[in-house]
């Protein structure tokens, strides 16, 4: 299994928590890039797909999903750039 659907799967383990936003970050050499699921906001989406990712060198990989029941707006999307 390639390291984009091994966070994808566990992430989908909690999906009933939140099925209306997903986002991902990678800490590869020090530094963090974001990632978007297709479940992802369009609006509020940002970096590349997580299917696009270089797992290669990614020392710690973050998965999230989110409920919109508290902040109804993009600025809610997490984890945030």
Known sequence: MNGAAFIEDMTNLVRHRGPD???YH???SGSATAYHGAESNPESRSGSPIQQADFSSVTL???HRRLSILD???AGHQPQP
Do not use: P, R, Y
């Open 21 to 23: 936003d997903e986002g």
């Open 26 to 28: 990678l800490i590869a």
């Open 61 to 63: 990989a973050m998965g």
């Open 72 to 74: 109804l707006s993009n």
